[in-house]
């Protein structure tokens, strides 16, 4: 059973960084599709940023320039480096896999919480 374990979250002061990781355990296969969701509380979840087996990226418009995802295939493992938060980036952060390049995901972590304070 493939299972995605996220880390790095945590409680930072408004214009610091945060590194999140995800590692996917349980398969040898590489996924097509990495990405990264969040939920703030009282709100729908949004999808943060996408990456696609070789490269391609897409982002949320109020995290480009500030957010970078990234991924180590050979590891399984997802990124998101997160740069000039806001408290408005508060929430839970989910990372979610999938093995096809469209439609539902597979596989989804179990969140990991960065709280921003002003």
């Known amino acids: 059973q493939v299972q995605l374990v996220e880390s790095g979250g945590g409680l930072v002061q408004a214009g610091r960084s945060l590194r999140l990781s995800c590692a996917a355990s349980g398969t040898d296969g590489s996924f097509h599709t990495m990405s990264w969701a969040r939920q703030a509380p009282g709100k729908q979840r949004e999808w943060v940023a996408a990456?696609?087996?070789?490269?391609?990226?897409t982002y949320l418009d109020t995290v480009k320039g500030r957010f970078t995802i990234s991924r180590d295939g050979a590891k399984n493992t997802v990124y998101l480096q997160m740069n000039g938060l806001t408290p408005e980036d508060t929430g839970v952060y989910y990372c979610a896999a999938r093995w096809a390049r469209l439609g539902s995901y597979d596989s989804w972590g179990q969140g990991t919480q960065v709280t921003v304070s002003s």
């Open positions: 990456i696609y087996l070789g490269g391609f990226t």
